[in-house]
């Protein structure tokens, strides 16, 4: 027997069961999403998808209640499909195993989902309870939020109709998150003209043991960028041969490592204490410099090398473009404008550059990567922006967070936290397609998300059901 066929179906439980035995990873939400509606449908509710597969349902208000906001709540109906090691598993066909223990849930092996079909549990559950007394009520189900915000990003603007929007992807409810920052990345495609090597060796020099991390969530904490580093001692030492320059991976990672390749008359006990020098009066200037250090290893010898005056404009703009936080939100204490310096890659006649710019207001963002682009453009590379989604300008006085706080306190006794976060969610994309919705973010409980160990505590999420329950009915109230 499944998980949730025997228990009622007006509760929420069952409706997060019924998902977990529709397969759902990111990218084919399509045969959960058709269920979402013939549910709809078998309430007599109007339910539609758009061209992204973006599902809404709206119920009318109840009879007294018409003049109460009218209410989104949503979620995303994607899921990470992420399997423990050794287990085999197919998240396109097999219905997740669910585990129940002591109270808490969790799939045999793999990711639960919980993040965020709890989320969109909760909604089809108080959709389709008619005992619950409410204004005109909305839910929307996303689609491919795990993979970039894709149906947030492509949702027709219509699905926003509303005067509030609560997202249930958050993941607590004593802490109400207000909003997020926008971003995107700047390239530079640099073409090469290359010349004959000057006498002397080739070394590969190595930059080692940064700690990187997340450039939305660990900006602030100024660790050392692998890029930045790497320019700044060769262009200390000199350095006019240079073949080539690598380092960084991802857009939204600060680059832990890099290296170039040179051609030197030094010998290698020279470049080792050259480095060893640099590196000490370097790990001053940044965070975490324990693991940080230079490998001098010798390369097999290049016959052309970067054009000289490239390679000395080159190194100094990459040793002195702005990576930090620009702007911070002091009531928030957040980030609220930062720069990442994310990569560079040389090929034979073409070098590649990526940066990325944050920040929870758009214009800000337009301003710091129009500054990064004038600092990049004496390397005559073509620039380009793109993945650009917008931010989410953080207001801790919008009507819901107001009714949600004194709810909150009325239930538990003190206000919530209120909160803001350094990276992009899919409300940044609401909040720019309907600018009037008012928009809160928290959600049921879900721990250990995208991972195979990721787990829901019943009890909570039954208490969040409740307290959702009576945001909902408090509100059309009043
Ligand atoms: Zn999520």
Known sequence: MNFFENRPTKDALYYFGLICSIPHPSGHEQKLAEKIISLANEHGLPARMDNAGNVRIDRPAAPGYENAPSIILQGHIDMVPKAAAGKEFDFETQP????????????????????????AACILALLFDPEVK??????????????????????????????????????????FCIGCAGGARLSFEIP????AAPAGTCYTVKLRGLKGGHSGTTIHEKRGNALILLAQFLQKMSVHALCSFN?????NA?????????VTEKTPEELRNAAE????????????????????VPAESSEKILDPVFTETF???AATVPNEVFDSDEELGIVKTSSNFASIHTAENLMVIHTSQRSLEDKQRQEITAGIKAHFAPLNGTATVTGEYPGWPANAETEPIKAV???HKQVYGNLPGVYAIHAGLETGAFAKKNPTLQIISFGPPEEDIHTEREWMDLAKFEEFNNFLRVIIEETAKQ
Request: glycine share 12%; no cysteine.
């Open 192 to 195: 090469l003209n290359r010349t």
């Open 134 to 175: 409410t204004g005109a009520l909305a839910g929307l189900f996303t689609v491919q939020e795990e993979t970039g915000l894709v149906g947030a990003n492509n949702l027709d603007p219509e699905m926003l109709a509303g005067d509030w929007l609560l997202n249930l992807d958050a993941g607590t409810f004593h802490e």
């Open 247 to 251: 380092g960084g991976s991802a857009d």
């Open 277 to 296: 020098q640099f590196r000490e009066e370097s790990a001053v200037t940044f965070n975490a410099p324990e693991e940080y250090h230079f490998e001098i």
């Open 405 to 407: 706080s004194e709810i």
């Open 315 to 317: 190194l100094r703009l």
């Open 96 to 119: 997740l195993e669910l585990i129940e223990e002591n109270g808490i849930l969790r799939a045999n092996g793999t990711t639960l989902g919980a993040d965020d079909g709890a989320g």
């Open 254 to 262: 600060i680059p832990a490592e890099a290296d170039a390749v040179i």
